[in-house]
């Protein structure tokens, strides 16, 4: 049980010092907002054909804005020298990794529930039922996201030119779970069943999640102390 | 059963060597007075200590056990540089944090208590970015205290205290001390930290240049150590 | 000894270059559909199939440096990684080569194509990552994790954009084309693989040599530079 409440105290400290600075989500939303904006010039809202690039768009508006959220995970830990204090208390880097990605997690998800509306507005999607099976997808899509996020943010935080490192490392390497969520989202937000060749899709997301989580937990103390 | 026993103990940086064959025992109870020039190698040897990083060769025993051991970490406790506690978090919430982290049985009434004990319980609610920098440090030690270690690493403690909180500070360290706890402390302020200290180790270029009891030469004439055992 | 390994290996694979460049050009027959182009092949296979073994090669080289702390192997990845590299690079190239000739586009997303671009992009990111650490152990420690996430990673995106391209197809850039070659076609495509994979070893020593130098200096004038 102790290895819970040490995740969820990691975690809820990121969370309550966020929710009380707001620095990542004001940026974040901020950032999202603009790209929708952008996009918005770029191509013509109303046509038809934005409805098949609708799902790519949201999904890099996802992306982008979550790399402000996941640049600063561990880089705020370097002030006063929090991350020497908690690698010297009993929390495992497992624990730590865990708990931050659970913040990340959650922040980014509220980042990207407030930028759905919008997206809407833009965009003129017409939810029907599909909207639950969207936020499925959300869900699956955004932690796969925050999972290699947080990881890469673990061991860009000492280097130099960090703020660059970490969306050129994390981007690459994001591009699987990302082609499953945009593809998904394109079916969801054309109105269309997801049907059976599309399946593989929220394998490839469940599949990505589960070995990238592992993967993460096996190696994070080696990124953190040696 | 020695508290810490170092044995042959190097660290490199690349082919730099900044620790060289580092060996000795720090009894439990006793009070260790680290002390070396800049760039000696203390910071570096205690940031091993606290599990921090690892060393390159050699093996190091706390308590009986590896320094990255859960038991271990949980046993000791380790004030760096920085003060280690968060900014946007009230003193309260900080300290019950790290009681969290440490498994205490009561985290909240821990924290009430040694936010007394340092002299911030009217200001347990306020941020800690609003604090003064003596409030900081007092937080710092509190933090450091609370889970009751039995071994204390402190990395220059003293430096930029004011002399109330210096003053706390020795307090707290006779108390452990008197309880039958250890400490390890690095330091450019001699004077203080001598007067606690019933042992000594020089460090000097990465290699260890004095192991012993602390006299009371050292504590009459604090450059003592440095004069013989130092580099000129 | 190292010198020596070099040598040989070089010589060897010079030697057998040579001898494919003459089976390749003067002795292999034009390919049935395809033309002249087609010899693109010989080079665009083996480049392929050995950078990619050698990724993961290099990963397991991380892997036994994760285990062993001896630098050594984090130099061989390290090395084994940049020749992988290059070969990839080579892949690409010669794969757009092939296809510039052949439907007379430089670029399409077909899944091949498009894997190897990532992969260059991650092991761009992984050198990057290099550059901008300076202390060697903890360099070494990051990029063998980074390699193992990359490798992984590879695999992972290369399924993905297959069935990506399932769904949505596109021009394919099959070089292999029909059925498979003609049996005196084949022979040249394995003794080229062979000969890039001394080549590459060969790239390989003398890369974890330029390394151990370099090391060396660093530790020189970090030596120098603590008094």
Redesign the interface.
């Known amino acids: 049980m102790s290895f819970l409440s040490r995740t969820l105290a990691v975690a809820s400290k990121d969370l309550r010092s966020e929710i009380r600075s707001k620095e990542s989500i004001n940026a974040s939303v901020a950032f999202a907002l603009v790209i929708l904006l952008l996009f918005s010039f770029a191509f013509d809202p109303t046509s038809d054909q934005v409805r098949e690039i609708a799902g790519g768009l949201l999904w890099l508006v996802f992306a982008f804005a979550g790399t402000l959220i996941l640049n600063r995970s561990f880089a705020r830990e370097l002030v006063n020298d929090c991350l020497d204090a908690l690698l010297a208390s009993p929390v495992s880097g497992a624990q730590l990794f865990l708990g931050k990605t659970i913040a990340n997690f959650v922040i980014l998800m509220v980042v990207e529930l407030l930028s759905m509306p919008v997206f809407t507005i833009f965009y003129n999607v017409h939810w029907t039922q599909s909207i639950w099976l969207l936020f499925v997808v959300m869900l699956l899509g955004t932690w796969g996201l925050t999972v290699i996020g947080t ?1 890469f943010s673990a ?2 935080v000492n ?3 960090r703020e660059l ?1 970490l969306p ?2 994390v ?3 994001m ?2 779970a990302l ?2 969520a945009i ?1 998904l989202s394109t079916v969801l937000v054309a109105g269309d069943p997801v049907g059976a ?1 599309n399946q ?2 929220f394998r ?1 997301l469940v ?2 999640d589960v ?2 989580t592992l ?1 993460s937990l096996a ?1 994070v103390e ?2 953190l102390v ?1 | 059963m020695s508290a810490v026993a170092i044995q042959g103990v190097w660290k ?5 060597p900044a620790l060289k064959d580092i060996s000795f025992d720090v009894e439990a109870g006793s009070c260790l007075a680290l002390l070396g020039r800049n ?1 000696a190698g203390k910071t570096t040897l205690l940031r091993i200590l606290a599990g921090l990083s690892r060393s ?1 060769k050699g093996e190091i025993t706390i308590l009986g056990k590896d320094a990255r051991a859960e038991d271990t970490r949980r046993a000791v406790s380790v004030l760096g540089h920085g003060i280690g506690v968060y900014e946007e978090l009230s003193a309260f919430e900080n300290l019950r944090l790290f009681g969290r982290l440490y498994g205490l049985e009561n985290p909240s009434q821990i924290a009430v208590e040694w936010l007394e004990r340092t002299g911030l319980g009217r200001v347990r609610d306020g941020l800690v970015r609003e604090f003064s920098r003596g409030m900081r440090q007092r937080l710092a030690v509190a933090r450091a205290f609370l889970h009751n270690p039995s071994l204390l690493i402190l990395d220059e403690p003293f430096t930029a205290l004011d002399d109330r909180a210096i003053k706390m500070l020795q307090d707290l360290l006779r108390a452990a001390l008197a309880d039958g706890r250890t400490v390890i402390m690095s330091t450019h302020q001699l004077r203080e930290a001598l007067e606690l200290a019933t042992d000594v180790a020089l460090i000097n270029r990465g290699k260890l240049a004095f192991r012993g009891p602390r006299t009371q030469e050292m504590l009459e004439d604090p450059t003592w150590l440095y004069r013989h055992y130092g580099e000129a | 000894m190292r010198t020596k390994l070099i040598i040989l290996f070089s010589v060897l694979a010079g030697g057998l270059l040579a001898w494919n460049l003459h089976t390749i050009f003067l002795k292999v027959p034009d390919e049935a559909s395809q033309g002249a182009i087609f010899r693109v092949f010989y080079f665009h296979f083996p480049a392929a199939v050995t950078s990619f073994s050698c990724f993961f090669v290099a990963m397991f080289s991380g892997l036994i440096y ?1 285990r062993t ?1 001896n630098l050594r192997y984090d130099a061989a990845a390290a090395a084994i990684n940049e020749v992988a590299f290059t070969f990839a690079l080579i892949t690409l190239i010669t794969g757009m080569i092939w296809g510039r000739i052949i439907w007379g586009i430089w670029w399409a997303w077909d899944p091949r194509i498009t894997s190897y671009f ?1 992969c260059l ?2 092991y ?2 992984y050198f ?2 290099r550059r ?2 300076d ?4 360099r070494a ?2 990029s ?3 390699a ?3 490798s ?2 590879i695999v ?2 290369w399924k ?2 297959e ?2 391209r399932t ?1 949505h197809p596109g021009p394919v850039l099959e070089i292999r084309g029909g059925g498979g070659m003609a049996p005196g076609m084949e022979a040249p495509l394995f003794w080229n693989v062979l000969a890039f994979l001394m080549l590459e070893t060969a790239l390989i020593l003398v890369r974890m040599r330029q390394q151990s130098i370099q ?2 200096i ?2 020189l004038r ?2 120098a530079h ?1 008094f």
């Open positions: 990881l061991m860009t280097l130099r030119l490192m050129m490392l981007y690459p390497m591009i699987p082609m499953g593809q060749d593989i899709w490839l599949a990505f070995i990238f993967l190696f080696t990124v040696g | 490199y940086f690349g082919d730099y760039g390159s | 994760l702390r990532i992009l991650m761009f990111g990057m990552m901008a650490i202390e060697p152990h903890r420690r990051l063998a994790v980074l193992v996430l990359a992984v990673d992972i995106v993905s954009i069935w990506f769904q090391s060396e660093e530790s970090r030596y603590a």
